[in-house]
């Protein structure tokens, strides 16, 4: 098992890229502002841009000063290339924790 961590910015960024056929199976969103953001959060397939909002799986969440939402009722199983993106209405303040495994 592995993870990676990511800092969001307030533009959609990749926080997961996979390399081969990997399963997410938690990811984490830490808010460490002094007050509550948006986060919004994307899957998309190798080649894919953001700009379609069918990507789109988590929109506008608002995460409290200080929590942290938890992703880990599903596991998700990517292809190579396939990744995740993310973004917070703030920057700077929200981090993002993927754990994965490869297959």
Do not use: R, W
């Not at 926080?15 to 808010?31: A, H, L, P």
């Not at 942290?68 to 599903?74: A, G």
């Not at 929200?94 to 754990?99: K, L, N, R, W």
């Amino acid at each position: 098992m592995a993870i990676t961590n990511y800092i969001l910015g307030t533009s959609p960024a990749n926080i997961y890229s996979s390399s081969g056929n990997t399963v997410v199976s938690t990811m984490y969103f830490c808010n460490n502002h002094t007050a509550a953001i948006n986060l919004n959060v994307f899957l998309l397939p190798n080649g894919a841009t953001v700009g379609n909002l069918n990507y789109q799986i988590y929109k506008d969440v608002q995460l409290a000063s200080g929590d942290t939402y938890v992703v880990d009722m599903e596991k998700l199983v990517f292809s190579n290339g396939d990744k995740i993106q993310a973004n917070a209405s703030t920057g700077a303040v929200v981090t993002a924790t993927v754990s994965y495994v490869g297959i």
